[in-house]
């Protein structure tokens, strides 16, 4: 059978993701497997109408598609969503339709199921019929059970489009809406309390709910924050995986274009950010994407540690929330505070004037008090993975994250800290060998103990808390 494999790293065939379907193509040599490089070659993708139909002619022509791409940032690169926007923007949908689909990812599984989300959710819209993903750690085909599992997950591919079985959708249709927002008054308007408010937006002229939302939110200040356009940044390209930041965060287009200088002063240099951008198939657009992928030349540094962090939304947000969970994740390893995510969705303009101005509220009030809220499974598990990798297998090439984490004391594996805890947990766990003891702590101690702590900080609480 002739497969098409869709390739979205950006270093085209010097990637670990082909080195999975390399393997593949050499253990299956009856199956077909054509390669196309997608993200390295985006540019010449969306300038050459010749090339993209090329590509959509191999799909037509295939019995099945492999979405094979790394991660970046919680997702797919920018060139590769662009190619999957290119699709819809060109009409290209009918060549994917009725086709099998799957995904082959690498990763540090640093929200890989995110990525397969979006990955299904897209294969789904194209009414394609998705078999089984997978997702391995990046290293994992370097040992024999990373091979065999691999192997599995082809044949499983393959015999499920030689037995034409059917699949079920995930996702449900995305259901767009026409309402028009027409922003009021402020009433009330709000001091930044001289903190640096940016909101970054990439509204184009036809984006006018969200342009709408932008101006109505920027208005409920006493001066009004800055505005940057995405779309007025020189970024020349996307990140290329190239990994040259590694060593001393020196991006391979530092002095070339504009976003090095622009992330550094508008986003690093800001108290509270606010991203505006509108709902692009399952995410926002390929130029936020790209934003984020670019922000890669800081490595895996938390950028925005304790800033506050809004979202002006318009489209269907709440029936795609695989991105509010990748923007909690996100933001979550970073440190930063989500203020809230405002959408057009409730489609009363009265209520969204509302929302806007709470959300001032809320990222004002919360910046005056520093504060973060304590994160979530997302970000305790996220910086874990981080923590590991960079003390270990990523050290190198990722010497900069290194010199950070050790200086910032990112690296509190559970052996190195809090002697007088595990001290106590070894006494206690020998002192449950005996049995009186270990019935006496378990029937009648338990529940006293553990909430013993707690009634001494509330008990020693001073009076009421002033209101800021
Ligand atoms: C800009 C950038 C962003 C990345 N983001 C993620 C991520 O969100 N999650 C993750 O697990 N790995 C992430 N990675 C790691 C890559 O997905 C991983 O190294 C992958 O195996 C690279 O595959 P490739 O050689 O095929 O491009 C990122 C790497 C880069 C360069």
Redesign the pocket.
């Known amino acids: 059978m002739k497969i098409t494999v869709l390739n979205g790293?950006?270093?085209g065939d010097?990637?670990?993701?082909?080195q999975y379907v390399k393997f593949i193509e050499k253990k299956y040599p009856q199956h077909n497997l054509k390669k196309i490089n997608i993200a390295s070659a985006i540019k010449k993708i969306e300038k050459n109408g010749e090339v993209f139909n090329e590509i959509i002619e191999e799909v037509k022509t295939s019995d099945g598609v492999i979405w094979a791409?790394?991660?970046?940032?919680?997702?797919v690169?920018s060139g590769y969503k662009r190619f999957i926007e290119l699709i819809n923007i060109r009409g290209a949908e009918n060549a994917f339709k009725g086709k099998y689909a799957t995904a082959l990812?690498?990763?540090?599984?640093?929200?890989?199921h995110t990525?397969h989300n979006y990955i299904h959710a897209i294969s789904d819209d194209l009414d394609m019929r998705y078999i089984n993903g997978f997702s391995p750690e990046?290293h994992d085909l370097l040992k024999s059970e990373g091979q065999e599992g691999l192997l599995v997950f082809a044949e499983n591919f393959f015999s499920a489009i030689t037995n034409k079985l059917k699949t079920p959708k995930r996702f449900l249709e995305i259901k767009n809406s026409s309402f028009k927002y027409k922003s009021g008054k402020v009433t009330n308007k709000i001091d930044s309390n001289s903190k640096r408010v940016v909101v970054i937006s990439d509204g184009g002229k036809e984006d006018k709910n969200l342009n709408a939302m932008v101006d109505r939110f920027r208005g409920s200040f006493t001066t009004p924050p800055e505005l940057v356009n995405l779309n007025d940044i020189d970024i020349k390209g996307g990140?290329l995986?190239c990994?040259r930041c590694g060593y001393d965060n020196t991006c391979v287009y530092e002095g070339k274009d504009g976003y090095i200088d622009f992330y550094r002063d508008k986003v690093m240099g800001a108290d509270i950010l606010v991203f505006a951008g509108v709902v692009v198939d399952r995410y926002l657009s390929s130029d936020w994407k790209r934003f984020f992928?670019r922000s890669?030349f800081m490595g895996h540094t938390p950028t925005m540690k304790n800033k506050q962090v809004g979202f002006v939304i318009s489209g269907p947000l709440s029936q795609v929330p695989n991105i509010t969970e990748i923007f909690n994740g996100f933001m979550e390893c970073e440190s930063a505070n989500i203020a809230g995510f405002i959408t057009d969705e409730c489609e009363d303009s009265n209520d969204i004037d509302a929302h806007l101005d709470s959300l001032a509220e809320h990222l004002v009030r919360f910046a005056k008090a520093d504060y973060v809220s304590p994160a979530t499974f997302l970000g305790v598990g996220g910086r874990k993975?981080f923590r590991d990798d960079i003390w270990g297998k990523l050290r190198f090439p990722f010497v900069a994250d290194h010199k950070y984490y050790k200086k910032h004391g990112y690296f509190d594996f559970p052996h190195k800290k809090d002697w007088a805890g595990r001290i106590k947990s070894k006494v206690l766990v020998l002192l449950t060998k005996i049995p009186q003891i270990r019935k006496e702590i378990y029937i009648n101690k338990i529940k006293d103990e553990m909430v013993k702590p707690f009634m001494k900080v509330v008990e020693k609480a001073d009076g009421p808390a002033s209101s800021k």
């Open positions: 790293s950006p270093k010097l990637s670990v993701t082909m791409f790394p991660l970046y940032y919680l997702l690169q990812s690498t990763s540090i599984h640093f929200f890989d990525a990046m990140c995986g990994c992928d890669f993975i």
